[in-house]
């Protein structure tokens, strides 16, 4: 009487013989390779089926399917985060806005009172957020300061246009940048084209408006305690 087991290692020697490798053999029938071992060692080994430069071949292009897959998968999530988002309100841009600031702007602090917006960054999406969030404060452009904070090798004046563009001014509304000195001990990473320094946005007259910022930050975090 011929049981499962038995069936397996004719199996196996059969796929073997065909030429196939332990791992194709696992594959097929989902046994270890330690009983495929046992059950065709006494088989010739199969010739190569590929050169050494056809095997690294095709393993680079099994990797590059897999790294497509992988990048696929990564654009896919992102955009169905994105869409997910919809339109903002009113009240969650304002929420947004505030987060955003309390991350990234500067504080009042007891020691050195300073009620006002000012704030600094590199992301021409978050200064583009930031710019929505003033608009929706009906803060006006004449009330507003702009300033680059940036590399002394870096191009100004382009970083400069690059940051008008965005914003919708004009370049020589641009306070005198802030120019960072070079230090040779120092490797930099940001040297590419792309390299803008950070925009600096200083709104006039706006303690109260820093006063509401702040307020609303810690109502945010006070709804978002269970405790609370």
């Known amino acids: 009487m011929t049981n499962a087991k038995d069936t397996l290692r004719a199996k196996a020697r059969e796929l073997r013989l065909q030429g196939m490798t332990y791992d194709r ?7 270890s390779k ?11 080994k199969p010739d190569p089926r590929f050169t050494d430069e056809e095997r690294r071949a095709l393993m680079n292009a099994g990797l590059q399917r897999v790294y497509a897959a992988r990048e696929e998968e990564r654009r896919e999530t992102k955009r169905s985060a994105r869409e997910a988002i919809g339109r903002l309100s009113d009240r969650e841009l304002f929420i947004a806005g505030v987060t955003l600031y ?3 702007g500067a504080k009042d602090k007891s020691y050195q009172r300073r009620e006002s917006l000012q704030f600094i960054n590199s992301d021409p999406n ?4 930031y710019m929505r969030w003033l608009d929706l404060l009906e803060v006006p452009l004449d009330r507003m300061r702009f300033r680059l904070s940036i590399h002394e090798s870096a191009d100004v004046a382009q970083a400069e246009r690059f940051w008008a563009e965005l914003i919708g001014i ?15 001990r120092t490797t930099r990473r940001n040297t590419a084209e792309t390299y803008r320094g950070c925009l600096v946005i200083y709104v006039t007259k706006s303690a109260d ?6 307020g609303t930050w810690y109502g ?6 269970p405790a609370t």
Request: hydrophobic letters at 45%; glycine letters at 4%; charged letters at 25%.
């Open 25 to 31: 053999i696992q594959l097929e029938l989902g046994c």
């Open 34 to 44: 330690s009983s495929i071992s046992l059950w065709v060692r006494d088989l010739p």
């Open 102 to 104: 309390w991350a990234e």
């Open 126 to 129: 978050v200064i583009s957020l």
């Open 170 to 184: 004009d370049p020589s509304a641009f306070r005198k940048a802030t120019l960072k000195k070079h230090n040779p």
């Open 209 to 214: 408006l820093y006063r509401r910022m702040e």
């Open 220 to 225: 945010i975090v006070g709804a978002a305690d």
